[in-house]
């Protein structure tokens, strides 16, 4: 199939990469002329241009930083709705605002394309493996097309609903990761301030109602758990940065539905104070180091 990826980040290039790698001609597109050399490596093209990469595909995919950037490619006068042949089938895989998604999509209809919202959870670990989690917004018959490609970047693949649901089920998803990786490290300095092992509660805690993920899988304490970024002083993993952007798309996303997300809103607040201390990139969970006693 004739592929067009637009952002070669550090997800965009790995799905690239694995698209060239299944036989696929991917004609690439970034900013950086470094990532279109890295998808050059695996089989892929380079294109001059966003408007060169989609004049001969069939299926267009893009992995951008947010929204503005979506709707600048997009819609933009020089952009893919205008580049793009007929019958090319759009599939937007960034973490964007559902609305945003839902304005791009409608748009892309006017013009006689079909869009999908495809968003992804897994990390850049995922990607490189070809096991991302994608969750879809569009008509099923659209998703259907797109499957066997997203089969080649990922081994989980939720139709979630209409257009924009894809982002919404992941605004709420690490809406709640948020806020249950605060909760968690809340609970762990409680603990720990009376004296409690952490990996004893820990694992206690496993066993009762107040389990989930971020204390099973990516306990934010370190030392309790190999192999998680808390015990490699916070390196990799997925950034607080990140983290702060997508808790901010679910308070916009609740203010513009009518929503209530105390939590959420907290959640956010916190993570900005962490990222403005000099933390931004560090992974999520070092958000435990917001809850130190004082020395
Ligand atoms: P990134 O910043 O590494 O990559 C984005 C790429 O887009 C960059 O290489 C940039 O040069 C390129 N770009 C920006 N504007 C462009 C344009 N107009 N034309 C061509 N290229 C352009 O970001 P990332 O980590 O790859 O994340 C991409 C998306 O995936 C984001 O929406 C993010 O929230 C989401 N996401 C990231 C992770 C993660 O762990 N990194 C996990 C799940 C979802």
Redesign the pocket.
Known sequence: MNIAF???????LPMAQNLARAGHRVAG????AA?MASLAEAGGKAAAS?AAAVADAEIVIT????SR?VE??YLGEDGILVHARQNTLLVD????APEAARKVAAAAAKRGFDMLDA??????GGAQAGTLTFMVGGASSDLERARPLLEKMGKNIFHAGPSGAGQTVKVCNNMLLGILMVGTSEALRLGIANGMDPTVLSEVMAKSSGRNWTLEVYNPCPGVMDNVPASRDYAGG??VD?ML??LGLAVENALAVGANVPFGGLARSLYDLHSKAGNGQLDFSSIFQLFAPKA
């Not at 895989?93 to 964007?96: A, E, K, L, Q, V």
């Open positions: 637009i952002g070669l980040g550090n997800m965009g597109f970034d900013l950086s990532q966003a992995m951008l930083p947010a950037h600048a490619l895989c960034s973490t964007i968003p992804v959870s897994g990390g850049t997925f950034g990140l952007k997508d």
